[in-house]
């Protein structure tokens, strides 16, 4: 039966083409349970393509046709054939984690196609340590990074003596009682009233018309807001081509949470001025660095505030502050602070509102960013903020799949026109893991804020003394 493709998800289908993939990805590295053998990456294949039933969320398909009076909505693939989408691959020698990066770079450069269910899965073998990896990829129609994050979550265990572990696409992964969340989780859900509000229209939404003026009068005075009105250009806001190259590597979360104790930030600051060193070091080294400071747009996800519960029903959740990144800043510590007082006016922005009011200012503020690309204005209009930076909570402890350990995870999101660098962050068994991804021609040597952000971390706990 065909159900109507709530207007979020049909965003991002209707905005994807060729050089602006709309699908999220994750990239795991397993430890060989002991005494496994040499067929180790073939059987743990096999066992994720050998599913009884495969869930709902990963059968569905987009269509659009006369029948449908030209509107998007999702029908159930009746050829679907699981070998497409449960692959296994080698990497070519030497095998170092390099040419693991190159080929997960690789798979996340091509589109899903519609005429099949919306994601990948690659298990690939050949690294030199042993160790296997699976590379994941979902259409953002389907799922956003949260929701990916919980339907690995809902497959892992903690007791490494557990068989019979399920693949994230099996229908045995749905939890016996499905969430109930207590408010909207996507623009879909809003009512009509809560957007008019968001516009200035009515004020059916009780308490949106004073924080949306409040808002927009700090976001016309290029100060920290939950809406941004100005960001300056930079190199990563222009147009981008298909190609990806991805770049990760992890921290102790001991050391970023020592110099949030030692300066009175959070951890999230602490990333965020990380990656905020990493960058302006980065333009530096190309003489590409704008005398402003650089904005990111920080996500907010809605739904892990509802429900610890795996779903695999999918979803997005939609929610943001625009942060001052303090590139124009040549201290490591005054950018902490920076950052740490923007994040608290963007929250303070944000405190008084009720999650469909925060849904509401959130789509007003990714308005600019979604329509500049669809309308091809990209370059014309200046740009909202300058890059994503997004950090997805995952498992404190290790996690074992059918005894193989799981001992790294790293987030792939999405470039898009205009914005050609995206930062997502996942902690991990006392580990922040960074997952970078960016256009390759737009982004050139973007392994080289690794470097950056290592040496950042390093500034941070000097200037913290830690």
């Not at 046709?65 to 070998?83: H, R």
């Amino acid at each position: 039966m065909a159900t109507l493709i709530d207007p979020t998800a049909t965003a991002f289908l209707l905005t994807e083409n060729r050089s602006m993939p709309m699908h999220v990805g994750g990239l795991q590295l397993f430890e060989k349970p002991e005494g496994a053998g040499e067929d180790y990456a073939r059987e743990m294949y096999e066992s994720m393509r050998d599913v009884g039933e495969v869930a709902p969320l990963f059968l569905k398909r987009p269509h659009r046709s006369l029948t449908t009076a030209g509107q998007l909505v999702w029908v159930e693939d009746d050829q679907f054939d699981i070998d497409h989408h449960v692959r296994h691959s080698a990497l070519p020698r030497p095998g170092r984690i390099r040419e693991l990066l190159e080929l997960s770079g690789r798979l996340h450069s091509t589109r899903l196609a519609w005429e099949r269910p919306l994601w990948e899965a690659h298990v690939i073998e050949g690294l030199t340590d042993g160790r296997v990896a699976l590379y994941t990829k979902t259409h953002h129609a389907l799922v956003d990074g949260i929701s990916a994050m919980r339907l690995l979550q809902g497959v892992l265990t903690t007791d490494p003596d557990r068989r019979g572990m399920p693949a994230p696409w099996d229908a045995r992964t749905r939890p016996a009682r499905a969430p109930q969340p207590s408010a909207p989780t996507s623009l879909a859900d809003l009512p009509a009233s809560a957007v008019r509000s968001a516009l200035g229209i009515s004020a059916e939404a009780a308490g949106l018309p004073g924080a949306l003026v409040r808002t927009l009068n700090k976001g016309l005075r290029n100060e920290t807001s939950a809406i941004s009105l100005y960001a300056p250009r930079t190199m990563f806001n222009q147009k981008i081509t298909g190609s990806r190259r991805f770049a990760a590597q992890d921290w102790p979360i001991s050391r970023l949470r020592a110099v949030g104790k030692a300066t009175g930030t959070t951890i999230n600051d602490v990333v965020l001025a990380m990656c905020a060193g990493a960058v302006r070091s980065y333009l530096l080294e190309l003489d590409a660095l704008p005398d402003a400071s650089l904005v990111a747009m920080v996500p907010i996800g809605l739904k892990a505030k509802e429900s610890q519960l795996a779903s695999t029903e999918g979803g997005n959740a939609v929610g943001s502050v625009m942060c001052q990144l303090g590139t124009d800043l040549a201290d490591p510590a005054d950018r902490l602070q920076a950052i740490h007082r923007s994040m608290v006016d963007g929250k303070d922005a944000l405190s008084s509102m009720t999650p469909t009011q925060i849904l509401a200012m959130s789509a007003l503020g990714q308005a600019p960013a979604i329509l500049a690309p669809m309308l091809r204005m990209q370059g014309i209009v200046r740009p909202p903020y300058n890059l994503i930076i997004s950090n997805v909570p995952g498992p404190r402890t290790t996690h074992y799949w059918n005894g193989a350990a799981m001992v790294g995870t790293y987030p792939l999101s999405i470039p898009i026109n205009g914005m050609a660098l995206n930062i997502t962050c996942t902690s991990y068994d006392g580990a922040m893991s960074f997952g970078l991804i960016g256009c390759r021609r737009t982004v050139p040597h973007l392994q080289r804020m690794l470097t950056h952000l290592d040496g950042e971390l390093t500034a941070l706990e000097q200037a913290a003394d830690v």
